[in-house]
């Protein structure tokens, strides 16, 4: 009886054809045509849920494995003893240098913080191994439940006087949907994991209150934002992705011009640089390569956390740096300027413009091919919308969800390998302004105060890490140094 009943259930969520059908459907939706390639989207999206699931499961099981190790790594060993070896060797034959060296040897320290980053890293993929379980079964029971066509129906039944305006209604739901499931995962994964490891240091009246302010700027650019893509989506004929991809390049330049600006003092507080070394001899690197900085600043990182990093941003001729304030604590002025040599590596070497264009082709191709699918009614009748007059925003939202995640999928893994072959590059470039022992010893003490993983397994870390294993870019800069001796 148990099996007859378990059977019984699962036909429930099939149609006539045999493939996954919603169980709330739009009056209007039909079951699509056996012999349409759309009929089986909803099948074919889960199929493909499940396995990219399934194998993102299985790398995050070898990461587990690697967290579990107790043994320091070895390779890691023997590339910071050279570091360490080196150190030392500069200051053979001073006691007062030598005393100092053996103060700041490296891997004395890693090896004590070895235990407390494995740690650190298990309850972060023991983390994402239950959040992402949760977000396939969320994924999964939203689909096969019909909640997009119902959500559409609630939206219509608040605001019908125009599709656009019930498209903004329907995805202010979504995202205050998003927002309360995703808010206990982030409050667990700020409050105990980060805490427990030392390194949240924001209180939860901060916490909500950059949550609050999230969701008016999401509403108040993202709102109009949607408007206008829907109205050129509408207005724009048979060759409506040439307007739309014109409208991103636009946008995608007004973000740019308006995030630091703007968005970005909203979170945290930017003060300039005081005057000194430090910030001479950064000015002067910055025009030794030609790079238009105006404005040096040091961001209060540490009132959220005790992580560190530094970045650039700025739109022509118009450069700004900012530093963590943790980060000035953590490494001293040489390494500081050895980091910044490597992100300015980016700016020299055209990554940031390489990736400002693959963002942009990126939205092209897929706008392209969207157009070529829009009017795809069997597509939308497989998900439960009556597909005679399926709402764009609707037919946008299920192209990405279908029809371009494979593709995604790819070329997300591509722009990953791309990235660490860039972070190499940026280093090499790093070490060729002759920065390369501050570089390395700047990248280890990061490591350390940051708890990074320094035995990640190799699999995960080719499809995960847009930055190479520390012990890779360490090799790596040695190679280069050792060729150019």
């Known amino acids: 009886v148990s099996l007859y009943n378990m059977i019984s259930f699962l036909k429930t969520f099939l149609d006539e054809n045999g493939n996954v059908s919603p169980l709330y459907k739009q009056e209007g939706a039909s079951t699509p045509d056996a012999e349409s390639i759309y009929a089986p989207a909803l099948t074919y999206t889960l199929l493909f849920t499940l396995v990219v699931y399934a194998f993102e499961a299985h790398l995050d099981d070898l990461q587990y494995a690697a967290y579990k190790i107790k043994d320091f790594p070895k390779n890691l060993k023997d590339t910071v003893l050279k570091i360490d070896g080196l150190a030392n060797a500069k200051s053979e034959g001073n006691k007062k240098e ?14 004590s913080k070895f ?40 939206a219509a039944s608040v605001y019908d006087k125009g599709e656009i305006g019930t498209s903004l209604v329907f995805l202010a739901i979504l995202t205050l949907v998003g927002t309360i499931t995703s808010l206990p995962f982030e409050l667990y994964s700020t409050f105990q994991i980060e805490k427990k490891h030392g390194f949240n240091k924001q209180t939860m009246g901060l916490f909500f209150s950059d949550k609050i302010k999230s969701l008016i700027l999401t509403f108040v650019i993202g709102g109009p934002f949607v408007a206008l893509l829907l109205k ?26 308006i995030v630091p600006v703007f968005i970005m003092p909203l979170f945290n507080k930017y003060e300039a640089l005081e005057e000194g070394e430090l910030k001479d001899r950064i000015y002067a690197l910055a025009g030794r390569l030609n790079y238009p900085l105006t404005k040096l600043f040091v ?51 055209g990554h940031t413009l390489q990736s400002f264009v693959v963002t942009q082709l990126y939205s092209g191709s897929a706008f392209y091919v969207f157009s070529l699918c ?48 860039n972070e190499f590059d940026a280093d090499k470039f790093g070490a060729e302004l002759g920065m390369s022992k501050d570089l390395q010893t700047g990248l280890i003490k990061i490591t350390l105060e940051n708890l990074g993983s320094m035995c990640p397994a190799r699999l995960y870390s080719m499809y995960h890490y847009s930055h190479p294993p520390l012990v890779e870019r360490l090799s790596a800069l040695m190679l280069i140094e050792k060729k150019s001796d």
């Not at 977000?135 to 999964?140: D, H, T």
Request: charge should be negative.
């Open 232 to 257: 050129i989506i509408e207005k724009g004929g048979d060759q409506f992705y040439i307007y739309v991809w014109f409208f991103m390049l636009c946008f995608s330049v007004f973000m740019m011009t």
């Open 374 to 421: 829009f009017n795809s009614r069997e597509l939308y009748n497989a998900f439960g919308f009556d597909g005679t007059k399926v709402p764009t925003i609707i037919a946008l939202l299920l192209f990405f969800q279908t029809l371009w995640a494979p593709v995604d999928k790819v070329l997300s893994f591509l722009l990953t390998v791309n990235s660490r072959k």
């Open 115 to 154: 235990d407390k980053s494995q740690k650190y890293g298990m309850d972060k993929i023991r983390f994402q191994m239950v959040s992402q379980l949760y977000n396939l079964i969320e994924g999964v029971g939203f689909l096969v439940c019909g909640f997009l066509p119902y959500t559409w129906d609630m």
């Open 98 to 111: 030598e005393e100092a060296a053996d103060d700041v040897l490296l891997l004395p320290k890693l090896e």
């Open 299 to 349: 961001m209060d990182g540490s009132k959220r956390s005790s992580h560190s990093n530094a970045f650039m941003f700025g739109f022509g001729k118009n450069k700004r740096i900012v530093l963590f304030d943790t980060l000035l604590k953590q490494v001293h002025d040489d390494e500081i300027l050895a980091i910044l040599g490597h992100e300015l590596g980016h700016w020299k070497l």
